[in-house]
């Protein structure tokens, strides 16, 4: 799609997906990953320019910034992003901590860029009936509600040790609290604030 174009920030499994995904829809995507030994994207996604920084991507004129490197960078490097023109969709959690977020909404408000955190199970079937039964009141009055959920962290990235993950690494922004954070999403978008 002429004159549309993804930068991907962040070239882990999430990163790998969307640009994939935005590769299949026709968008023109690029790289921005800090270099390290793993393998980059050539071998998987040949021609896909890769930049280092996003101040080297800035030339390539990027529309969107998907935000998926580690948790505790998602706030300094979408305002990064916003700097350079990009609208920004951040991989959830928005951080690990508040420090910039103030900034980074007002950042994108002042520039009229858009920026959102991916909570893709607002899409999920399921879970767009209950909510439309919800806000019906078709299922009488709320009163209380319990979501569960869980991983194996060993299962979760085989080819990793889990060890190294952001998600096991509190340092990184990882823990369950925040990995996990699609549950709580889902709770307070269907039953409304807590009281």
């Given at each position: 799609m002429a004159g549309f174009r993804i930068l991907v920030v962040g070239l882990g499994s999430i990163g790998r997906r969307h640009?994939?995904?935005?590769?299949s829809l026709g968008y023109d995507v690029a790289v921005c990953r800090r270099p390290t030994s793993q393998p980059g994207p050539d071998h998987e996604f040949p021609g896909v320019p890769v930049f280092s920084?996003?101040?080297e991507a800035k030339a390539w004129r990027p529309d969107i910034a998907i935000i998926a490197n580690v948790t505790s960078a998602h706030v300094a490097v979408a305002r990064r992003a916003v700097d350079i023109g990009c609208?920004?969709?951040?991989?959830?959690?928005?951080?690990n901590d508040l420090v910039g977020a103030d900034d980074l909404d007002r950042a994108s408000r002042d520039a009229q860029l858009r920026a959102g955190i991916a909570c893709n199970f607002r899409f999920h079937p399921a879970l767009c009936a209950i909510k439309r039964e919800v806000d019906a009141g078709t299922t009488g009055r709320l009163c209380s509600v319990?979501?569960?959920?869980?991983?194996?962290?060993?299962?979760?990235?085989p080819q990793a040790n889990y060890r190294d993950e952001f998600s096991a690494r509190k340092d990184l922004g990882g823990g369950a609290a925040l990995t996990l954070i699609h549950e709580m999403d889902y709770v307070y978008w269907i039953a409304g604030d807590v009281s």
């Amino acid at each position: 799609m002429a004159g549309f174009r993804i930068l991907v920030v962040g070239l882990g499994s999430i990163g790998r997906r969307h640009l994939r995904n935005a590769r299949s829809l026709g968008y023109d995507v690029a790289v921005c990953r800090r270099p390290t030994s793993q393998p980059g994207p050539d071998h998987e996604f040949p021609g896909v320019p890769v930049f280092s920084g996003l101040g080297e991507a800035k030339a390539w004129r990027p529309d969107i910034a998907i935000i998926a490197n580690v948790t505790s960078a998602h706030v300094a490097v979408a305002r990064r992003a916003v700097d350079i023109g990009c609208h920004v969709l951040i991989e959830k959690p928005l951080s690990n901590d508040l420090v910039g977020a103030d900034d980074l909404d007002r950042a994108s408000r002042d520039a009229q860029l858009r920026a959102g955190i991916a909570c893709n199970f607002r899409f999920h079937p399921a879970l767009c009936a209950i909510k439309r039964e919800v806000d019906a009141g078709t299922t009488g009055r709320l009163c209380s509600v319990r979501a569960e959920a869980g991983t194996y962290l060993p299962d979760w990235h085989p080819q990793a040790n889990y060890r190294d993950e952001f998600s096991a690494r509190k340092d990184l922004g990882g823990g369950a609290a925040l990995t996990l954070i699609h549950e709580m999403d889902y709770v307070y978008w269907i039953a409304g604030d807590v009281s």
